[in-house]
């Protein structure tokens, strides 16, 4: 019942997205090192999950009135569920989280399909909850004891099989086109939406809400500047972002530390909003696969919120490319969600399928992998909870939806229950949200990065730009 993914512990699609133009310009596909293979016992993977699915399958149809389901929810957590054929009522109670049943198949739905049939039934509006968020919470206790649904619990392995086993045959990050088509269809849908849910800084990543009573504008600042801190950047040195967003970063840190900033998105309504909106004789937006730079060393290279989309079969492709082209002496940040469980990652849950399309989060095993042995790790820090407030601002800045009115009642509702999800998965520190900091190993570098425990929020700087403007 996973809010993000169900994975399998080792050993061993349509989306939602708008149908626009997704190749308005076609990307020459970028070589990659390594490919996707399947091999030994995960060949078995296939008849596995057919033979688990049958016997639950013929289990789940026994089960008419969600009992079984009933029972683990009111054994492990705090919810209260109520068949309500009238759905929630208008002044639910605040006191408790309470599951409102509208349509007796959800509890079908979710034995069957876990987390993906928890999303569908309620993009339906099969259910409801008086609070989604802290319901999402109480249904992620029950991710360590589905093995008391016995028999029952038998499709949701078979499911997370099947999610698998479409990757690992099929994966669509491997080439330049098939990144752009992931990328497009989550980023590329509309940025009437974005710029209103993120607000001024469109930052598009977890804020660092440091201090109390941080505002969202404040909290992506100090993120932004915590960035540029770690990179200890100098003026005149030429640097790089992998997965740019809408660039706001990029001009913060040419604005107030005259570095020379290069971005690369696929994301093609990213790319035209920065070259609209932050305009700097500083910053170069390019639309182009990180995989395909080539021919330039640069003193620094930072990356916010693309390691996700960059997907587990790749992560030695990025690191290989990094160390090509950042220069000896360099330093290099990462800053990425993470995930607190090791296993294969179910491409079939709901996030995967209506939100981002092949993405997958790295595990702290995945930094201590061989190809790390290039690198030297500086520092590592996690503050997921900020990210947690970060999804209940932009919540927040939807304002019910005003002004957005072009977005029917199931769009809404699949983008609200996203953000909670999200939210209940960082407050329960199941997300993780990482800065990582790296230098070459070997390196001629003569110390150690000690500007990283100095002070990282330096004063803002004497003369005004766009980002130590007066905040209200």
């Known amino acids: 019942f996973a809010a993000c993914s169900f994975v399998i512990p080792r050993p061993p699609v349509s989306t939602w997205a708008p149908q626009r133009a997704l190749a308005r310009g076609s990307s020459r596909d970028a070589p990659v090192s390594r490919q996707s293979f399947i091999a030994g016992s995960q060949l078995l993977l296939p008849f596995a999950a ?15 009135e969600g009992s079984a389901l009933k029972d683990l929810i009111k054994k492990y957590t705090n919810i209260t569920v109520v068949d309500a054929p009238e759905g929630m009522p208008p002044n ?19 034995l069957v399909q876990g987390d993906l049939g928890l999303g569908e039934s309620y993009m339906d509006g099969q259910w409801e909850s008086n609070d989604l968020e802290a319901f999402v919470f109480e249904m992620l206790k029950l991710e360590g004891v589905k093995k008391d649904l016995g028999l029952l619990g038998l499709p949701l392995l078979s499911s997370a099989i099947v999610g698998s086993i479409s990757w ?27 710029e209103q849910m993120l607000g001024p800084t469109m930052q598009y990543s977890g804020a660092y809400y440091h201090a109390p009573n941080m505002t969202l504008e404040q909290a992506q600042i100090a993120k932004m500047r915590l960035v540029a801190e770690k990179l200890d950047l100098k003026p005149g040195m030429k640097v790089l972002e992998l997965g740019c967003g809408f660039s706001a970063l990029a001009d913060l840190m040419a604005t107030e530390y005259g570095v020379e900033v290069t971005g690369v998105t696929l994301s093609e309504d990213q790319h035209a909003y920065a070259k609209k909106h932050f305009k700097n004789p500083l910053v170069d ?14 003193d620094r290279i930072y990356s916010v919120g693309i390691f996700e989309h960059i997907g587990r079969n790749c992560y030695e492709t990025y690191f290989e490319k ?10 290099m940040v990462i800053h990425s969600i993470g995930f607190c469980r090791s296993g294969q990652w179910n491409h079939g849950g709901w996030m995967n399928t209506y939100i981002f399309p092949g993405a997958e989060l790295p595990t702290m095993s995945h930094f201590t992998q061989n190809f790390q042995e290039k690198w030297h790790l500086e520092d590592w820090q996690s503050f997921g909870v900020s990210y947690a407030k970060t999804l209940r601002a932009w919540k927040d800045n939807l304002n019910n939806w005003k002004g957005l009115e072009e ?55 004497a003369t005004a730009t766009r980002w130590n403007r007066e905040i209200t």
């Open 50 to 64: 057919s033979i688990v699915g049958l016997l639950g399958a013929e289990a789940v149809k026994q089960l008419n």
């Open 285 to 298: 937006i390019r639309l182009q696969d990180y995989r395909s730079m080539t021919g330039q060393k640069f």
């Open 168 to 194: 690992l045959l099929f994966p669509t990050n491997l080439s330049a086109s098939g990144a752009k088509q992931n990328i497009a269809k989550h980023y590329d849908i509309s940025m009437k939406l974005y």
């Open 92 to 110: 639910p109670p605040t006191d408790g989280v309470y599951w409102y049943i509208k349509e007796p198949d959800v509890y079908r739905r979710v």
């Open 322 to 331: 990094c160390q090509e082209l950042l220069k000896d002496d360099g330093i």
């Open 407 to 461: 977005f029917d009642e199931r769009f809404r509702r699949m983008w609200e229950y996203y953000l909670m999800c999200c939210a209940a998965s960082f407050q329960a520190r199941r997300t993780k949200l990482w800065q990582l900091v790296y230098t070459k190993y070997p390196s001629k570098r003569q110390d150690d990065c000690h500007h990283i425990r100095q002070p990282l929020l330096r004063a803002e700087p």
